[in-house]
Structures are given as structure tokens and as C-alpha cells.
């Protein structure tokens, strides 16, 4: 399977996905860290995926999305942001109804 078969079937079979740098107990980025404590703070259940550990999926995302940076959110096959964006729908309580939609 290639890399873009591969994320396609990760954000379409998990309602929430998040592709980040290292894991949500140990992120490798302050945006990846932001993005888990979001996350978090809305109670949502999540896969995460560390781009770290597969080059191919960590260049790959970055062409799923046509979106150039990680962290990446995907709620129910679709994406929605990356950190910036993840805080401000926060801010705004559309975030939560999103995930809890999920």
C-alpha cells in the first residue's frame, strides 16, 4: 500500500486522527504539544500518529492535505488545521461541537 493509500485509510476508518511530532505523553514540538491540549481539554478520543518515526508518512501528510506544516487534525476523514487554527475553533466552542459530533 502506498504512503497516500496508507493516511487515506487512517483518517477515513478513525473518527478523529491527529499526525504530530512524537506521541501525545511525550510531543517533540510545542505545536504538536498545543494541538494534544486541545484535544484533551475537549475529552476527545483520538489516534495519534508520530511522524517522526516514518519519513514517508511525515512528507506524505503534507501532500494529503496540500497543508505544509504538522500538526495535522483530521475529524472524520476531513481535515481541519493545525494548531493555530485547532486553538482558535477552540476559543470559539466550534472545536468541541465538532468532536463531539464524532
Given at each position: ?26 510531543p ?6 498545543l ?37 495535522q ?30
Amino acid at each position: 500500500m502506498d504512503t497516500q493509500a496508507k493516511i487515506k485509510e487512517t483518517v477515513t476508518t478513525n473518527n478523529v486522527v491527529l499526525y504530530m511530532k512524537g506521541s501525545p505523553k511525550f510531543p517533540q514540538c510545542g505545536f504538536s504539544n498545543l494541538a494534544t491540549q486541545i484535544l484533551d481539554a475537549c475529552g476527545a478520543q483520538y489516534i495519534a500518529v508520530d511522524v517522526l518515526q516514518d519519513q514517508a508518512i511525515r512528507e506524505g501528510i503534507k501532500q494529503y492535505a496540500n497543508w505544509p506544516t504538522i500538526p495535522q487534525l483530521y475529524v472524520k476523514g476531513e481535515f481541519i488545521g493545525g494548531s493555530d487554527i485547532m486553538r482558535a475553533m477552540y476559543e470559539s466552542g466550534e472545536l468541541q461541537t465538532l468532536l463531539a459530533d464524532a
